[in-house]
């Protein structure tokens, strides 16, 4: 998320100064997960909550921004401002990042031997929730730029037919049986955790066939495929990975 906004904002120049906010907030989650990790504890931590809480407001701040951008262009929400203005998608990276911050520090404050629970609610279900819905937002957006690409590539087809896959058995696990192993959803989320590596991949792949290839770094990567937005779906699968692990450590059936 950090990376994939700093490309895109430094594309933009920074013309307005709230898009260094997203570059603050991702770098400060960052420092405060290394801390979270390195940090015993089992409690929860309020800096830590806060700099999540602050990401994850800061991703629907952005959300309305790019929002505006596109609505004030000639012919508003047209496919055309769709495909070339800023990103819908992009600002809900942010909030899903700190909102699976936050429902981390949500589990890591539950006391040993009592089944973490999410406002009432299981905490693997609802992690799986999240990442079955975040995991489709981020199809609707591969799928929007991966259509201006015209599919021209097969391997194009990928990021908007696994995953989706993956979002419909994590989404069905969230409401199902706690004790099923799910092997087929655990598989459905490591291939999307690869999926994601493949990804970047492609998009660098994508850059060197651009004009000068790596020796033009500084603006094929600015208008070739953007390298770091493919793991998003690694990072959503390893969450869902982890509430599957949830769900089977504490039943709740």
Do not use: C
């Amino acid at each position: 998320m950090l990376a994939d906004s700093a490309i895109e904002h430094y594309r933009g120049l920074f013309h307005n100064k709230a898009m260094l906010t997203p570059l603050v907030t991702a770098s400060l989650s960052l420092l405060v997960s290394a801390h979270g990790n390195a940090d015993s504890r089992p409690v929860a931590h309020e800096a830590r909550d806060t700099v999540y809480s602050a990401a994850a407001l800061a991703g629907i701040a952005g959300l309305g921004f790019h929002l505006y951008n596109v609505s004030k262009k000639p012919g508003g929400f047209s496919w055309q401002n769709l495909f070339y203005s800023a990103p819908i998608g992009a600002p809900l990276a942010l909030v899903l990042s700190g909102a699976l911050g936050f429902l981390a520090e949500r589990v890591r404050d539950t006391k040993p031997g009592v089944a973490p629970t999410i406002g009432g609610l299981s905490a693997g279900r609802v992690v799986a929730a999240a990442t079955s819905a975040g995991l489709m937002g981020t199809v609707a957006e591969a799928g929007l730029l991966h259509f201006r690409g015209a599919y021209h590539d097969p391997f194009m087809y990928l990021p908007v037919t696994v995953p989706p896959a993956t979002a419909a058995l994590i989404g069905a696990a969230s409401v199902g049986r706690t004790r099923e192993p799910r092997p087929i959803t655990r598989f459905a989320l490591r291939l999307t955790a690869a999926l994601g590596f493949l990804g970047a991949g492609f998009h660098a792949m994508g850059v060197a066939r651009n004009m000068g290839g790596w020796r033009n770094w500084s603006q094929n990567i600015l208008n070739g495929p953007p390298i770091p937005a493919p793991p998003s779906f690694t990072g959503l699968a390893l969450a869902g990975l982890a509430a599957l692990g949830l769900m089977q450590d504490h039943p709740d059936d």
